[in-house]
């Protein structure tokens, strides 16, 4: 009896650890790291205390860091990649190839401790590879201790020195990086070509660098007093002192000619602007303003509230890309490109750092669902009063669906064969994802999916599946044929109407499935006395109907379509005569072929 008793309890405790370790959590990384920039070199010293906490139920045994600098010297992958892909990103070309040993940027680490005792790591390109002294075991902490030095590059992909716009330094990527670890292991991705995925923590960060810079970026600054004259240089210097909580990494950028502005922006957060003293640009910097406080204002309405205090558009970088309470911005721009891309970096706030995807792997999360929300909040608060604003986005998937190039959204970011493949994979395909899923499961089922997800997954690390879920629990209907077709696939949309026959009052319309990807129909009816109806056709395995888009206009629900059957047909006996048939007029469902959607009767 005591060994069933035994055995019992062993199988008790190891279910319990299963269900427990099916569960979901995140890592945690604390740092408290100080660096002395000298600007006449472009090199910095820095001292990392890196405290490290496992929440997973794994022991480690080895950790990873990003070296993110190391790409920008030649015949770095970066490098090679931009020297060999089809249709190299003009911003890099063959300019990594050509930097001299003054212009490259490097880290290198000068030593590494795990609570005080040296550990043994070796240098792979960005990847710092590290072999532990001591395993992590789970529900436990370390502490790592670094001193590293470093090169700032030239500016030529996101970071660096010196951009074309003449901004000092665009610090992104700048500090060596624990590399995330989650429920799919390490990810220790060299850094190619694409975006980022980081661990969740707090930040103290002490930057020392000549006085007459002002710097800009993550965090919330806890002081600026100078510190006097350096002891060698007898330079004046200053150190800039800032804490981020609850971020995944840290941004600065710093300029001796910056002017600074500050905005009351909605519930209380301070909205910061940081551009040159540049007569050229001043007035649209100035209008940039409360657009940008509007900007926030309906992220906040449409997704959920951000939760800092501070927001910091930034002129420096290449472009725009967002980073942790900040955007990093080209500033010489009209007015109308100004607030857009403003718009679009910020919406990431959502859409990658506080829903904090892993953009390696599911870069149309955030570069789709972004465009999706900025192009939204463009067009009512610029007024722009398009009926479909995501139709550059439609254009832009055909193109690619009929090109015979394209890959599925499932393909790692550095993985596309073209640089246009995977602009348009993420940023187009993705944005038609959520446009569409408003087709499939009505508009107001996407708007309480956006915010539920947000409620949900905001600070974690939410993945493809965790959207869809919250959708079907939103909508009530089964999306998973949804995601896999639309992300793992590349299988189209295209449905026609193959026939149509009139007898007497009864109107018969045959429809066809042409394309493998299924999709419930709406199919507007116009009467020649002027009347419409609107047409349902649930698809079967949706195991759900939407509500009726427009309950103004009669809508009928007709028996579900079943996959397999690749024609339909039903009749109308309504004693009206039809006039004209169209499928899907709302040009929400990305049909490759419209030129069989519609049918007149003559």
């Not at 043994?120 to 436990?140: A, F, M, R």
Request: aromatic letters at 14%; glycine letters at 6%; hydrophobic letters at 35%.
């Amino acid at each position: 009896m005591k060994l069933v008793l035994k055995s019992l309890f062993i199988l008790f405790v190891l279910n319990v650890s299963a269900q427990n370790s099916a569960g979901y959590w995140q890592q945690k990384v604390d740092y408290k790291m100080e660096i002395d920039l000298d600007v006449e070199t472009h090199q910095y010293k820095g001292k990392q205390e890196l405290t490290y906490t496992n929440n997973s139920p794994d022991t480690l045994y080895r950790v990873f860091y990003h070296l993110y600098f190391n790409a920008f010297q030649p015949g770095s992958e970066m490098d090679v990649r931009s020297l060999t892909i089809k249709d190299s990103d003009r911003r890099v070309g063959d300019r990594i190839s050509k930097l001299s040993p003054s212009e490259i940027g490097y880290i290198k680490p000068r030593k590494l401790t795990q609570d005080g005792v040296e550990i043994k790591y070796e240098i792979v390109g960005t990847i710092l590879e590290v072999t532990l002294n001591t395993p992590i075991p789970p529900n436990s902490s370390t502490v790592f201790d670094m001193n590293w030095d470093a090169q700032v590059p030239l500016q030529i992909r996101r970071s660096g020195r010196n951009n074309a716009e003449k901004i000092a330094y665009s610090m992104a990527q700048w500090y060596p990086k624990l590399a995330e670890y989650d429920f799919e292991g390490w990810h220790a991705d060299p850094y190619i070509a694409r975006e980022f995925h980081g661990v969740w923590g707090d930040f103290d960060v002490k930057i020392k660098l000549d006085s007459d810079y002002i710097i800009g970026g993550t965090g919330y600054l806890q002081n600026g007093d100078k510190d006097g004259l350096g002891e060698k240089s007898k330079r004046k210097t200053r150190t800039w002192h800032f804490n981020a909580p609850k971020v995944h990494d840290f941004t600065w950028v710093a300029d001796n000619e910056f002017l600074h502005d500050t905005y009351e922006g909605p519930n209380g957060v301070t909205l910061n602007f940081y551009y040159k003293n540049n007569l050229e640009i001043i007035d649209n910097w100035k209008a940039l303003q409360p657009k940008t406080a509007e900007i926030l204002d309906y992220f906040n309405t449409n997704i959920g509230n951000y939760p800092y205090k501070q927001y910091s558009v930034i002129q420096g970088g290449d472009g725009g890309m967002e980073y942790a309470m900040c955007t990093l911005i080209t500033g010489n721009r009209k007015l109308g490109s100004l607030i857009g891309v403003t718009a679009h970096e910020m919406a990431h706030t959502w859409f990658q750092f506080l829903l904090a995807t892993n953009e390696l792997k599911h870069e149309w999360m955030d570069e789709g669902f972004t465009s999706y929300i900025s192009d939204r909040a463009m067009n009512e608060i610029m007024k722009e009063n398009k009926e479909n604003p995501y139709e550059g986005s439609y254009r832009n998937y055909y193109y690619l669906a009929k090109s015979g190039v394209e890959q599925p959204q499932s393909t790692h970011a550095d993985r596309y064969n073209t640089n246009q493949s995977y602009g348009i994979a993420a940023y187009s395909k993705g944005e038609v994802f959520l446009a569409q899923l408003s087709y499939v499961i009505g508009k107001e089922n996407l708007d309480k999916s956006l915010k539920r997800y947000f409620k949900e997954w905001g600070f974690k690390h939410p993945t493809p599946n965790d959207f869809i879920r919250v959708a079907e629990k939103v909508s009530g209907a089964e999306l998973d044929w949804y995601l896999m077709d639309w992300t793992q696939t590349t299988n189209t949309i295209d449905y026609a109407i193959k026939e149509v026959s009139s007898e007497e009052n009864k109107t018969t319309i045959s429809l066809e499935r042409k394309g493998l990807m299924p999709m419930p129909i709406d199919l507007l009816v116009k009467y020649e006395d002027g009347s419409e109806e609107l047409f349902y056709i649930p698809l079967q395995m949706m195991r759900a109907e939407k509500p009726n888009p427009n309950p103004t206009q009669k809508w009928t629900v007709l028996p579900d379509w079943a996959w397999a059957n690749s024609v339909y047909k039903f009749s109308i006996d309504n004693k009206k005569t039809v006039e004209s048939i169209t499928i899907d007029p709302s040009k929400l469902m990305a049909d490759i072929d419209l030129v069989n959607n519609s049918f007149t009767i003559k």
